[in-house]
Each structure stands twice: as structure tokens, then as C-alpha cells.
């Protein structure tokens, strides 16, 4: 070996030895140390950790966490991870763990304190394909969840999509009315089927056509044979989503005086702090979705109750 490689040989060692990463006991208090390009090596206290019970834990997954417990708390690369009990957390597999009381899921997250897999209880869950799972007829993607009336037929299409005989899911969202034969995925939250154009689980609304509320001549329309519409100015001003969700849906309304029966009506998330009301209308000639769209304002200060701009829209399908 010559002695400039030797040479090289010394400083790669040094350069990696440098970039500790990990957990350190020292002087009754518990570090974790940490490499960051910007600036360099870096040590801070676990000021939770109870070093004298504090062990590092590994799991058999390909996941890149460092983990470390002591008696009272689970911590993820150094930080410490709520009611979780260190005892009994395991590894379930797909990114998906245990504990006694809860499954979580690592495998992608905004905050590592809010992956708990919401009402599923750990010894119910049927891994499918990361990030897909299932509990009963509930599916799971990562940490959130959908109900399926048949889910024994769930497929994966990818990491974003699925589906089953009778539905198409982005996410934990169902596309009520894709047309599962001609659906076709064009981004991870975006789709397409013979009739509609989707967007974060729903219709995108340049496939509406836009009617002011003020001047529709709701008496005389077939909204049987009237195309999809959007009305666009239901309200003058932002509105609390708390405060108006429980007051009549006007389409709803209308239609009810126009022979329709409502059928039923979901309450729905939709992308970040947005809402959907959806409810499901049948006359003897169609079937009809109205929905009203609560879109956030980020705009708004957070503490504003009038954060929601409302639209209302409708699509039927003859019988």
C-alpha cells in the first residue's frame, strides 16, 4: 500500500468514527448523538431518560431508527415517544409496531408522537403491503384508516392507491362513483376514470360546471340529465365548519321538495384541516351525490372560528 492511500485510509477511518450516531450513557444522564452536515457532530441530554434502566433495542426491520427504552419510556432517535409501553413494544413488520395497548406506524409521519393506528387494537392487524394493512373490515394505510364493507377483495395498486370489486381508495380516502374497470392512477393523488378527472379522493371540480346559487332555477332542471355543477358563492363569508356542519344542506333541500330521498350522509376529512359533508340522494329516474366542500383557509389566523370557505355541488347518474 503506498503512503498516499494509507493516508486516505487514515482519514476515512477518522471521518467515520466522527459521525457517531446513537445513544450514550455517560455520568448518570443518557445523550443522543447525532451527525448533521451543517454542523457537524452534535450531542444533547434526553432529559426523560432514566439512565440506569436505559438499554438500547433493535429491531429486525429495515427501518433506520435508533431505538432506546428505559422503564418508563420508548425513545426514537433520542426523542421520547408518548404512552408507549417500553415493556411490551415489539415489531410487527411493514413499519407497523406494538404495544400492549396500540399499534403505531414509523413509516411515514409529520410527528413521531401521532402515529398510533387509531382505534385498532395490536392482535387484530393483517399486514398486506407496506404501507397497506388491514383490521376486520377496516384498512389501514400507515396510520390512518377507511372502512370497507368488502374488504376480503382489496388490492394494492401501489403505495397511494387500491382497490377493491366496488371501489377505488387513495390513501384512507374512497372515490365514491369511480368507475373501478376504467380507473387508472395518474400521480399518487391523482386519477382518472371514463367520467371524472380525481384529486385527493374526490372529483376535481374543473369537471363541474360553475352556477352562481343566487340565479339557478332549481324548479326546472332534470338533475338527472344535467351535468355536474358546482355552486360557487352558497355563502358571502368564511364560515365555522363546527358551527355549520349540523344546519341543512340547501341542495339537500331542494331536492327533498323535488321528490328525492335522502339516504344517507357522511362526514368526511379531506386533505389537511378540509371537510366534506357527502350525503347520497335517490329519485325513481337517478342517483345523486351532493357534497359540501369545506375548504381551510390557511390564510386565517389559527385561532379565527370563520376559517372555511364553503361550496356546494351535485352529479347524478341516471338508473
Known amino acids: 500500500m503506498t503512503t498516499r492511500q494509507i493516508f486516505i485510509s487514515i482519514l476515512t477511518i477518522s471521518f467515520l468514527t466522527s459521525c457517531r450516531q446513537g445513544y450514550k450513557v455517560e455520568n448518570d444522564k443518557v445523550y443522543y448523538e447525532y451527525w448533521n452536515e451543517g454542523s457537524g457532530q452534535g450531542k444533547r441530554l434526553i432529559e426523560h431518560a432514566d439512565a440506569t434502566t436505559f438499554q438500547t433495542v433493535e429491531f429486525d426491520c429495515d427501518c433506520s431508527f435508533d431505538f432506546g427504552k ?5 425513545f426514537i432517535d433520542g426523542e421520547p415517544i408518548n404512552d408507549i409501553d417500553p415493556k411490551t413494544f415489539k415489531f410487527i413488520g411493514n413499519y407497523v409496531f406494538a404495544d400492549k395497548d396500540n399499534a403505531y406506524f414509523f413509516g411515514f409521519y409529520n410527528n413521531l408522537n401521532d402515529c398510533a393506528i387509531k382505534g385498532i387494537k395490536p392482535n387484530q392487524i393483517q399486514l398486506i403491503k407496506y404501507p397497506w394493512a388491514k383490521a376486520g373490515n377496516i384498512l389501514i394505510h400507515g396510520h390512518d384508516t ?10 394494492p395498486i401501489d403505495d397511494d392507491w387500491g382497490k377493491t370489486k366496488k371501489h377505488i381508495i387513495n390513501n384512507d380516502q374512497i372515490l365514491y362513483g369511480a368507475d373501478v374497470e376504467t380507473f387508472k392512477v395518474t400521480s399518487t393523488f391523482q386519477g382518472k376514470d371514463k367520467k371524472f378527472n380525481y384529486e385527493f379522493g374526490i372529483i376535481n371540480e374543473d369537471d363541474f360546471k360553475k352556477i352562481s346559487f343566487k340565479n339557478f332555477d332549481f324548479a326546472n332542471k332534470d338533475f338527472c340529465q344535467t351535468e355536474p355543477i358546482v355552486f360557487v358563492d352558497v355563502y358571502d363569508s368564511l364560515v365555522s365548519y363546527i358551527e355549520d356542519k349540523n344546519k341543512p344542506i340547501e341542495i339537500v333541500e331542494r331536492l327533498k321538495q323535488m321528490g328525492f330521498t335522502l339516504n344517507d350522509t357522511m362526514y368526511l376529512d379531506w386533505g389537511g384541516e378540509s371537510k366534506i359533508i357527502r350525503a347520497s340522494m335517490t329519485s325513481n329516474k337517478c342517483n345523486c351525490i351532493v357534497e359540501k366542500l369545506y375548504r381551510y383557509d ?22
Open 70 to 74: 428505559d422503564k418508563n419510556h420508548l
Open 298 to 319: 390557511y390564510g386565517k389566523p389559527s385561532e379565527t372560528k370563520n376559517i372555511f370557505k364553503v361550496t356546494e355541488r351535485i352529479y347524478c347518474e341516471a338508473k
Open 146 to 155: 377507511v372502512y370497507l364493507d368488502d374488504i376480503k377483495d382489496f388490492i
